[in-house]
């Protein structure tokens, strides 16, 4: 970075440690994070705004008689006031489910920065972001375009009582577009954006634009929207979301607090068997990548869902005393870096297939029914009907529901093809309720 701090925060945390154990702490973990950005910003197809900006902070955990302590804040000067106000939080705090933060471990190696992406010069961000408004003002002058791309380099710090200091650093760059087109009373709006440690060949405005393109051509077109029990067809992107609430069945917290739905059921088929999904944070340069969690456990690759069947919740260091269990590296119990494993057909072969269906592109509302136990519903942003494999056009004024733990445990087809992260396929279920207005 231009300004590190990393050898000026080692410091400074050490001596916190110190100060914590003279105010009678019987554990503590301090954390800095120091973050350098440039971006860019269109707006109506025009550059709006571009600069640059530096953030700095700091937090602090102190266990006091077995109760928590937290402050956080980003003046330097403050770092030993916010110590002693841990301390006195402390008294009043979350009771804590672990007595001390664990000694250093084996770490794996796993890449997270890049000189090439520090390459990234505004000029081409903003030549980038014109590229995509050009694309998409050639295919309709008459949009409303947004474009944003960004560059970030960061360094992080973490000390704790148990022994670790470990500082890391990371480049991402983030490059995307979105549009709303206009006819009478008619809006439809769509959007795509890619986003990477390293910059390689996932940044391409091109496929961007042409991205959006194709769901605007989609859409040109109104029909009518299939009912009842229907054939869902899901993209990388919305498979992403529908997935949320499986990871917090697989919440350790919600495991040991007897709110999730899985209590109970390891090593049980929960899914179909074409399902595989794991964690796997030590993917070079995949933006959730990393070696090490927030409390200085050392992260690991972990299939939570092995051909449907469930083999591990996932915890942070307090919840795995809560559920007297390991943990597993996993800041808020939340996977780092979640993926579904690739099937051995290609979208397209899927969707020719499908002789009457739903095609969702994005979803609306996701998550007002009670999405803990499964339950999902929600209004169909942008979706297409789905007839003898092809897509006639977009549906209006309709709304998916059902439970993911019920479609998810039939007949599910995996596509070969990914995102661009190889993070999420193509995917196709059954039985979704769907209604139209």
Same mark, same amino acid.
């Given at each position: 970075?231009?300004?590190?701090?990393?050898?000026?925060?080692?410091?400074?945390?050490?001596?916190?440690?110190?100060?914590?154990?003279?105010?009678?702490?019987?554990?503590?973990?301090?954390?800095?994070?120091?973050?350098?950005?440039?971006?860019?910003?269109?707006?109506?197809?025009?550059?709006?705004?571009?600069?640059?900006?530096?953030?700095?902070?700091?937090?602090?955990?102190?266990?006091?008689?077995?109760?928590?302590?937290?402050?956080?804040?980003?003046?330097?000067?403050?770092?030993?006031?916010?110590?002693?106000?841990?301390?006195?939080?402390?008294?009043?705090?979350?009771?804590?489910?672990?007595?001390?933060?664990?000694?250093?471990?084996?770490?794996?190696?796993?890449?997270?920065?890049?000189?090439?992406?520090?390459?990234?010069?505004?000029?081409?961000?903003?030549?980038?972001?014109?590229?995509?408004?050009?694309?998409?003002?050639?295919?309709?002058?008459?949009?409303?375009?947004?474009?944003?791309?960004?560059?970030?380099?960061?360094?992080?710090?973490?000390?704790?009582?148990?022994?670790?200091?470990?500082?890391?650093?990371?480049?991402?760059?983030?490059?995307?577009?979105?549009?709303?087109?206009?006819?009478?009373?008619?809006?439809?709006?769509?959007?795509?954006?890619?986003?990477?440690?390293?910059?390689?060949?996932?940044?391409?405005?091109?496929?961007?634009?042409?991205?959006?393109?194709?769901?605007?051509?989609?859409?040109?077109?109104?029909?009518? /929207? @299939?009912?009842?029990?229907?054939?869902?067809?899901?993209?990388? !992107?919305? &498979? $992403?979301?529908?997935?949320?609430? %499986? +990871?917090?069945?697989?919440?350790?917290?919600?495991?040991?607090?007897?709110?999730?739905?899985?209590?109970?059921?390891?090593?049980?088929?929960?899914?179909?068997?074409?399902?595989?999904?794991?964690?796997?944070?030590?993917?070079?340069?995949?933006?959730?990548?990393?070696?090490?969690?927030?409390?200085?456990?050392?992260?690991?690759?972990?299939?939570?869902?092995?051909?449907?069947?469930?083999?591990?919740?996932?915890?942070?260091?307090?919840?795995?005393?809560?559920?007297?269990?390991?943990?597993?590296?996993?800041?808020?119990?939340?996977?780092? /870096? @979640?993926?579904?494993?690739?099937?051995?057909?290609?979208?397209? !072969?899927? &969707? $020719?297939?499908?002789?009457?269906? %739903? +095609?969702?592109?994005?979803?609306?509302?996701?998550?007002?029914?009670?999405?803990?136990?499964?339950?999902?519903?929600?209004?169909?942003?942008?979706?297409?009907?789905?007839?003898?494999?092809?897509?006639?056009?977009?549906?209006?004024?309709?709304?998916?529901?059902?439970?993911?733990?019920?479609?998810?445990?039939?007949?599910?087809?995996?596509?070969?093809?990914?995102?661009?992260?190889?993070?999420?396929?193509?995917?196709?279920?059954?039985?979704?309720?769907?209604?139209?207005?």
């Amino acid at each position: 970075m231009r300004n590190s701090m990393i050898e000026v925060m080692t410091d400074l945390l050490q001596k916190g440690l110190e100060t914590a154990k003279r105010l009678g702490v019987s554990a503590a973990k301090l954390g800095f994070y120091h973050c350098e950005w440039t971006d860019c910003k269109f707006e109506a197809g025009r550059l709006k705004d571009m600069g640059g900006r530096e953030t700095l902070s700091y937090n602090v955990e102190v266990l006091v008689d077995g109760r928590k302590g937290n402050t956080s804040g980003n003046r330097l000067e403050d770092f030993d006031t916010m110590i002693e106000r841990a301390v006195t939080l402390a008294k009043v705090g979350s009771v804590a489910h672990f007595d001390a933060y664990p000694a250093p471990g084996e770490l794996a190696i796993v890449k997270t920065h890049s000189e090439k992406t520090l390459s990234l010069s505004r000029e081409k961000m903003i030549a980038g972001c014109q590229e995509m408004t050009d694309a998409l003002r050639a295919y309709n002058p008459a949009l409303f375009i947004e474009c944003s791309a960004s560059r970030m380099e960061s360094e992080s710090l973490l000390v704790t009582s148990g022994g670790v200091c470990h500082a890391a650093m990371r480049t991402h760059w983030s490059l995307g577009a979105s549009v709303q087109r206009t006819a009478g009373t008619d809006m439809l709006f769509a959007g795509y954006g890619r986003g990477w440690c390293d910059l390689n060949e996932f940044y391409d405005p091109g496929v961007i634009a042409q991205k959006i393109i194709t769901d605007l051509r989609r859409g040109e077109r109104i029909v009518e /929207s @299939p009912q009842g029990r229907v054939r869902v067809y899901f993209p990388p !992107e919305t &498979l $992403a979301r529908m997935l949320q609430p %499986l +990871f917090m069945g697989t919440n350790g917290r919600n495991v040991a607090k007897g709110e999730s739905p899985l209590l109970g059921r390891l090593n049980e088929q929960i899914l179909a068997p074409s399902l595989t999904i794991i964690d796997d944070p030590h993917r070079d340069f995949a933006s959730g990548a990393c070696a090490i969690d927030d409390n200085g456990i050392p992260t690991r690759r972990q299939a939570i869902f092995e051909h449907g069947v469930l083999k591990r919740f996932l915890y942070d260091l307090d919840s795995a005393g809560l559920a007297t269990a390991e943990p597993t590296g996993n800041n808020g119990c939340s996977p780092h /870096s @979640p993926m579904v494993l690739a099937g051995g057909r290609l979208s397209g !072969e899927l &969707l $020719a297939e499908i002789r009457d269906g %739903l +095609f969702v592109r994005d979803l609306m509302g996701f998550g007002q029914s009670n999405i803990i136990n499964g339950d999902f519903s929600g209004n169909v942003a942008l979706g297409y009907r789905i007839k003898k494999g092809e897509i006639l056009g977009r549906v209006k004024n309709t709304m998916v529901a059902g439970n993911l733990y019920e479609i998810l445990k039939q007949n599910v087809l995996v596509s070969s093809d990914t995102d661009h992260e190889g993070r999420y396929p193509h995917c196709v279920v059954e039985g979704v309720s769907v209604t139209a207005g």
